[in-house]
């Protein structure tokens, strides 16, 4: 059984060496390999199931994790779920009703036995934005004993609380700002209280009870959230991500706690909720965080980095990876790492991005017209994503497309000669001489 003796042990032999695993060369093979790994993203992008397309996605080389696992992480992040913007429209139409009966029926699925379902969570995450507030004082208005408008209302200020605070250590916030915060903390407990009491079962209102009361130091509440809530489902998979975090050594806990809670309370749950199985590697993940925080050579920890995520996709961990990759010029096998985070939650903007360059480099044409799309989802009107659209059409000889994305993304002073000379290319295969010849003065 792992223990902190043999964790600390570990992480140490795999510090404490000279990193030699990995260099900048890439070699033939491993660029033929790349190639390769980089088409079978290609064609699980084809898929239009976005779980299916996900399932599809090849593993990282040297580490498999159980076809339980996938598509159970698969299926937590992509599963179809009630948008912000359908229950603005219910409560728009003052059809609450629909909107309580969605949110039992994503309760229903999360007490199943067989094909459990940790969709209420993500429903209520959305609800954690500043945009919710005229939503849930609407929902709250029509349905007062409701367990599920109150829980509603009380994510919302939660994230209020979060946004007064910052995200800053305590140490670092100024006291007007606690002050705020704790303000709103203490409105938003008795609602969280209110909720469980009407509804036991309801988890959502046990972690944010456990996040809310962790933020503003109130122990006592905090320890009977967490033990409420296991009573109520010691299995739950958001339950126990948050309450890692909250014995988390920045939140007053230790490692010792975090390796106990491991071991009695998430290692079993693994057989019933496989999803489970990347929180084995929580622990892992915040050592490595730390001292990466402090460090600017880390590129020993990817052996830690690997035997954590040997237990589950942690994607933490796996953009911990890339990062270090990066680092070590091994570009390749950063990718890998980072296609993962897209596979599963998603990836920010120099994500797509970044995978839509490189497997337009390698021809992956389709692939990377999505991944360059998703980016300007992100940021509307992002110039790299712009630029890269018109390479790509140019490659794929549709000019007319190209033209259009080079004149948007000539405007950034980075892109701008590349963007041009495209759009003068593109013009000119076009035969629309008139119009390249002023360009190219311009140039």
Known sequence: MLNLKHLVAFFVLSTSYPFTGYTAEVSKQQERDFKAYLGRIATAEAIADPIQRCIAYPDLPGIIWTEEHIKAHCQYHHEQVLSFKNMQELAGKGDFLALEATFADYQARHERDENQSEIIHRAYEQIRTGEAGDLTAAWLAHSPENAFAITARAEYLRSMAWKARGEKYSADTSKQRLKEMSIIVQQTIPMYQKAIKLNPELLPAYIGLLNIAMMDSEGAIERQAREQGLKADPECADLIGNILTSLK????????????????????????????????????EDIIDAYTSKNSDDSALIHAISEGLKY????????????????????????????????????????????????????????????????????????????????????????????????????????????????????????????????????
């Open 249 to 284: 050594p920045r939140w007053g806990g230790d490692y010792k706690e975090m390796l106990e809670f491991t071991e009695s309370t998430v290692k079993p749950s693994i057989k019933n909720r496989p999803l489970n199985g990347q929180y084995m590697a929580n622990i892992f």
């Open 312 to 443: 589950g996709a942690n994607e933490d961990l796996l953009e911990e990876a890339e990062s270090i990759y990066d680092k070590t010029g091994r570009n390749d096998l950063g990718y890998m790492y980072v296609a993962q985070v897209v596979r599963f939650r998603g990836g920010v903007k120099e994500d797509y991005n970044n995978l839509g360059s490189i497997l337009a480099d390698f021809e992956y044409y389709p692939t990377a017209l999505k991944f360059f799309e998703k980016a300007l989802e992100l940021k509307p009107n992002d110039p790299y994503a712009q630029f890269h659209l018109a390479r790509t059409y140019m490659k794929l000889r549709n000019y007319d497309t190209a033209i259009e994305y080079a004149k948007k993304s000539r405007s950034s002073p980075i892109h701008r000669l590349d963007s041009q000379l495209a759009l003068i290319e593109s013009l000119l295969r076009l035969e629309r001489w008139d119009e390249a010849l002023p360009e190219a003065v311009q140039t």
